[in-house]
């Protein structure tokens, strides 16, 4: 699927299956646009976000989503084409979203954190023919950025350089280095002809996976919208509601909970650029936020901070958390503190969310578990292939309205994805109580998961292992307090060589990757650990990292 006209991205699901889940109310016939219009219609200059500078009322949202939309139609892109777009977490992110849409133009979403190697991928991945952009990436010019990535031969043929939308409306769009005259009016009938149904392929973002470069995993609106819905249900969200969305997009989590889960009630969602534990409270303060979305780092990060005391948070209700299990006692902590209930969702990018603890859950059950499933959904367990689910432990595999439709262009990671009757199946292993509550016990693939970023060992592995000095590498988690997680890689050097930290990351800097998949701590061995089968006794690793973890947290 490297074209438009190799892949139909119209009603793209399955039309039995797409029928049953309207028919019990779980997918519906709206779209974000459908949903943006009639807020701009009865809440016109209501916040739809806000910023730590700025507001996009809901209008603005409409009109300025409206005319970047008729922007891209005065191109040469074609209904179903990929747009790639690597923006931070503000206003801009969703705006473009939702031009997309209206523009019939299936989005690709690139994590604001990539590293061009990762950039090249997707985009080679998706077939995508645009990128969109600010004028400026982490202080680097877009523009250099985008010959490069068109020098690699990638598909680009468009460039689109887009304004920060919610510091001014009508600030200029600029694709291809020339200002474009956005006629809205004039493309209100392409925009009518073309933009997307919620069962179409809206969005392509990635994930980590557990081996090799990201995956490209396809999304419908109605997969997000239902999520969103179920959100509102487990958590009781009102139309007063103010959310604080700390997750980033275009990932899974942060999507769902910022891009789609304020919209159906018609809330506003604070979004900042770059997370701080400072900066969050203070917006929290600000706007008093009711409910709070992001990862166990971020809350945890809230929690250490030296202005947590002097804020009055009282606003706040909820926190929804995903991506990990939480630790008890730092989720006891914020409950406490913050007098909020901690929710949690367990799940993936490529299932979205399979269980969820509720608002009248026991606090052991919200803290201690990854729920139980939501309605519409599934959960089976697994070993190697089998059904066990009566044994109440195995590998999770789930089914239901939040499914993605699977990885673009990717059959074989497709045939491991999916169970033959169409289980998403999970990277852990779990138990299921007799309440049907779910707890993950253990891992099922060698992944690390920092602050809920699921970061592939083989992948750092490879990276350290470009290093001309190094023999043999083995990546692992080191327990950390405040990420859950870190990157420790072990290694064997050639002989005679000698390696420092600074120095392999000095190292990796020249690959090109993101540096997500930068190992934290070094330690050098004459010879790594081999188990019987003279593989790389991981087990053993493991137990070295989890006492170097220990023993730092004891100050010995």
């Not at 280095?177 to 073309?194: C, F, L």
């Not at 099922?444 to 290093?467: F, M, P, Q, Y």
């Amino acid at each position: 699927m490297t074209s438009a006209d190799s892949f139909h991205f119209r009603s793209v699901v399955d039309p039995e299956m797409a029928a049953a889940y309207r028919a019990a109310g779980w997918w519906g016939d709206v779209t974000v646009a459908d949903l943006v219009d009639d807020h701009a219609r009865t809440r016109p200059d209501a916040a739809a976000f806000i910023t730590p500078e700025h507001r996009l009322s809901w209008v603005d949202y409409r009109d300025t989503s409206t005319r970047l939309a008729a922007a891209l139609l005065a191109t040469d892109l074609q209904p179903g084409e990929r747009v790639a777009f690597l923006l931070g977490d503000g206003a801009t992110i969703h705006v473009t979203l939702v031009a997309n849409e209206k523009a019939g133009l299936v989005s690709v979403g690139i994590g604001a954190r990539a590293g061009e190697l990762e950039m090249q991928h997707l985009i080679e991945r998706t077939g995508a023919v645009a990128l969109v952009t600010f004028d400026s990436h982490r202080g680097a010019d877009t523009g250099e950025l985008y010959r490069r990535l068109q020098g690699a031969g990638l598909p680009l043929r468009h460039h689109v350089v887009v304004p920060v939308f919610e510091a001014d409306p009508a600030a200029p769009i600029v694709i291809d280095g020339k200002e474009v005259a956005a006629d809205a009016d004039g493309a209100a009938a392409a925009i009518a002809e073309r933009r997307m149904g919620p069962d179409d392929l809206y969005m392509i973002n990635s994930t980590s996976g557990t081996t090799g470069l990201p995956k490209a995993v396809m999304h419908t609106m109605n997969s997000k919208l239902y999520m969103a819905h179920q959100a509102k249900e487990v958590g009781e969200l009102t139309g007063d509601e103010v959310f604080f969305g700390g997750a980033p997009v275009p990932f899974g989590f942060g999507t769902f909970t910022t891009h789609f889960t304020p919209l159906i009630i018609g809330a506003p969602c604070v979004v900042s650029d770059r997370f701080t534990a400072e900066s969050a409270l203070e917006l929290m303060e600000r706007e008093r936020v009711t409910v709070l979305v992001c990862v166990s780092t971020q809350f945890k990060m809230m929690l250490a901070s030296a202005g947590l005391e002097s804020r009055d948070l009282s606003a706040l209700r909820v926190m929804f958390t995903g991506g990990e299990m939480i630790g008890y006692a730092a989720a006891s902590d914020f409950e406490d503190r913050m007098g909020a209930y901690v929710l949690n969702f367990y799940g993936s990018n490529e299932s979205g969310m399979a269980t969820g603890t509720r608002v009248s859950d026991t606090q052991q059950q919200r803290l201690s578990t990854g729920g139980s499933s939501l309605s519409g959904t599934e959960v089976r367990l697994y070993d190697e292939g089998v059904d066990v689910t009566a044994s109440g432990t195995g590998q999770p595999g789930s089914r239901g309205p939040a499914s993605c439709l699977g990885y673009y262009d990717d059959p074989e990671a497709n045939a491991e994805l999916f169970t033959p009757d169409g289980f998403v199946l999970h990277a852990d292993i779990v138990t299921i109580d007799d309440e049907g509550y779910l707890t993950v016990i253990g891992r099922k693939t060698d992944i690390i998961i920092r602050g809920g970023k699921n970061i592939s060992a083989a992948v750092v592995e490879d990276l350290v292992a470009t290093h001309p000095g190094v023999k043999l590498a083995a990546a692992v988690a080191m327990p950390d307090p405040l990420f859950g997680e870190r990157v420790a890689v072990y290694v064997e050097l050639q002989p005679g060589q000698t390696l420092t930290l600074p120095e392999l990351l000095a190292h990796l800097e020249t690959t090109g990757t993101g540096k997500e998949n930068y190992p934290e701590h070094l330690i050098v061995m004459d010879e790594l650990p081999r188990s019987s089968g003279s593989k790389v006794a991981k087990g053993a690793l493991r137990e070295d990292a989890r006492l170097r973890a220990e023993a730092v947290a004891s100050g010995s």
